[in-house]
């Protein structure tokens, strides 16, 4: 569905992902987990197109992509709700998730805000208000509504427990779950190792550029590195 193979990316003279291969398969829910600086969103951006490789390849559904623009790879099912949102916030609720159906040119919704709605009620009340008058917990609902309104093949998501109280954290990794079980895959990024191996099929190990780890959730979690790096709360 979506590959990375031999990646290497520079800012300037800076070397940040360095001969990355990843794998996400159809169905799949995958997680990148890494410290800060270790290259996560660059890996994103480099799947979506915001970054060109220097050497290596972005492959979706098999195809080399890396002369695709950031709008042609969403046209094809890539989409990916930021770090912090990112919501525009003087428009209101609505237009923001009418903006994630333009993407991908879509007309007729009205079954996109039905499904919308149904995972989150609360988008509906507050369908006319502006979007930065939301809460934090809120405007989650609405940059994931947003991103679902472009009915993506693969969904990105760049740390989405950022700034969330801990009770929204997990309600919000029981919607990511929802969003994978009714077929949509998903690629993670996020520092919260136990929450995203929770309900990943698979992880990625990122440390300063490179893949260090790959492995089911569950080797992940039995592996003593990984154990000892990200997971020291499991040791009490």
Excluded at 80 to 92: A, G, H, I, S
Aim: charged share 20%; aromatic share 6%; with cysteine.
């Amino acid at each position: 569905m979506l590959s990375l193979r031999g990646v290497n990316t520079h800012y300037g003279p800076a070397h940040i992902l360095k001969d990355v291969d990843i794998d996400i398969y159809p169905g799949e829910m995958v997680c990148l987990l890494g410290g800060n600086a270790s290259g996560k969103t660059t890996t994103l951006k480099t799947m979506l197109g915001y970054v060109k490789p220097s050497s290596g390849a972005v492959f979706l559904e098999g195809e080399n992509v890396n002369d695709w623009t950031t709008a042609r790879r969403v046209g094809h099912g890539l989409t990916m709700v930021p770090e912090n949102r990112r919501l525009f916030k003087r428009m209101t609720v609505r237009e923001n998730l009418e903006i994630g159906a333009y993407l991908r040119h879509r007309e007729n919704h009205g079954a996109d805000y039905d499904r919308i709605f149904e995972m989150f009620p609360r988008v509906k009340e507050r369908l006319t208000q502006r979007a930065g008058t939301l809460s934090g917990g809120e405007q989650q609902m609405v940059a994931m509504g947003r991103a679902l309104m472009a009915h993506p093949k693969v969904l990105l998501m760049d740390e989405p427990s950022m700034g969330l109280a801990p009770l929204l954290v997990a309600q919000n990794f029981e919607i990511i779950d929802q969003i994978n079980e009714a077929g949509t895959t998903v690629f993670m990024v996020e520092q919260n190792a136990n929450m995203a191996l929770s309900i990943a099929d698979r992880g990625y190990v990122l440390q300063t550029g490179r893949i260090v780890l790959n492995d089911t959730s569950q080797g992940l979690l039995a592996n003593p590195q990984m154990r000892q790096a990200y997971l020291g709360e499991l040791e009490n």
